[in-house]
RNA sequence: GGUGAGGUGGCAGAGCGGUUAUGCGUGGGCCUGCAAAGCCUAUCCAAGGGGGUUCGACUCCCUCCCUCACCUCCA
């Protein structure tokens, strides 16, 4: 697999049938999640069942910080405990998750969680002279590491000079970020520089260091991430180990709001929760995937009602390959070939997307003219691979009410060839009060449950 | 101001130095007892402006314009 490093501007092959280590840097736990974490988690999500499916045993690690100045300001705001803020956007965030049939990280570490690790590295930090204790706590001397700005492209004069960056009087430089703050509010710790809580950054370089010995195949996140976070882990680890932190660095494009990108600052925001109720989470998925990830994606009521019509034939088809007992057959597929060379291609999703979406195309023309036979299986079985790798689950109903809803559309099938046509209505309205929608095709009668 | 990514048909969105991307939408048709779904077909042959390289550029180079992101917390 070819994944573009955005440090270098290379693309980089990685074995996809080795083992690979990918480290994605997650939520800060303070709200509910809202598209734009979404797409990262879905494009990660992607890459990795897809690595999996090519043969690659994966340790997927994407972490919660749940110690930050967002999660004290907004449990002091809402009066509640801030530890027990961040746990129940960490649960809501897994519901988020689950309900996109995102699969569960192999590890979900937390900052709070590593308090002796993240100790540890800034000792090693101060030890090295990568790090100073100062009045208010302990801050990286970006000084100190020479390729500072490596990875954003940015120079330290430039920065320097940009003068946008808070003034602390007691750090050496206006860079310097810090490590560890002095505090004794809530979620504090002790420390050999006193009680006090981690700076943004830390804990992902000690998070990191702790689940991957050395260099990490990929890590990624939003491309917003990229300065400070990833440029700052980058000095933190790079000082720490004799070994780059990441062979490839992933950043995944904003999601904009008429054009404008979602952030909860400017009040652009569309929680999950509420996409998935007005469009369904396949619809969410397929507008998520489609485009390659880097770009950006225009959150709207048209692209989302495009996503929504294209899953829908995806969800006929599935039902039609159901409905005819199409055994899946394994054998060679060009568009199974398509599907997964467009995702060995830099995680092109959209091509993939439309590989998967012409085979759907392909088989409902098939169902609609002469009939679907096992003569399908081999593209039934793309089709559920397909699917698989994208993530997409199409909506099911139970057991007892998928063998009511077969027997129901037998039945209507012989009215229909008695030409009892009062009586086939009937069953069709039974059908529908199950949940089923029903298409007919000469004789045929076929059920969809659609997601919405 | 600096850095990075882009500007493609009504919209979304690819690839490629010379052949129709594709999808959605729209028009027409087919199938059907009805409805829905589906299918077929047509439509749209577009490339921010200006230069240049070339036999030939949407595709390479230069330049200008514009958009977005980052430079402050952000997926």
Sequence with gaps: MKIHDTLTGADVNLDATGRIGVYICGLTVYDDAHVGHARASIVFDVMRRHLEQSGAAVTFVQNFTDVDDKILERAASTN????????????????????????????EPRATAHMPEIIEMIQRLIESDSA??????????????????????????????????KVDASKRSPLDFALWKLDDGELTWQSPWGQGRPGWHIECSAMSAK????????????????FPHHEN??????????????????????????????????????????????WG????????????????????ESAMSESVALWQQIETCYYELRRARVVPMHGTSRLYAKFTESLDDNCDTRGALDALLEMASRLNDAAATGGLSAAHGVACSAFATMLNVMGLRVRRTSGDNEDALDALADKRESLRAEKKYDEADAVRDKMKSIGADVLDHDGRTVWVIRER
């Design 211 to 226: 689940h991957f010995e050395s260099e990490i195949d990929i890590h990624g996140g939003g491309r917003d991430l990229i």
């Design 233 to 278: 882990e980058i000095a933190q680890s790079e000082s720490c180990h004799d070994h780059k932190l990441a062979r490839v660095w992933m950043h995944v494009g904003m999601v904009t709001v008429d054009g404008q990108k979602m952030s909860k600052s400017l009040g652009n925001s569309k929680t999950v929760r509420t996409a998935i109720s007005e």
């Design 281 to 300: 989470a396949n619809a969410l998925r397929v507008f998520c995937l489609g485009a390659r990830y880097a770009k950006p994606i225009d959150y709207s």
């Design 132 to 165: 100073y204790v100062a009045e208010n706590g302990v801050y990286f001397d970006v000084s100190s590491f020479t390729d500072y700005g490596k990875l954003s492209g940015k120079k330290t004069d430039e920065l320097m000079a940009g003068a946008r960056v």
């Design 80 to 107: 509640v405990k801030a530890a027990a803020l961040a746990e129940k956007y960490i649960a809501r965030y897994g519901e988020d998750a689950e309900a996109l049939n995102i699969r569960k990280p192999t590890h």
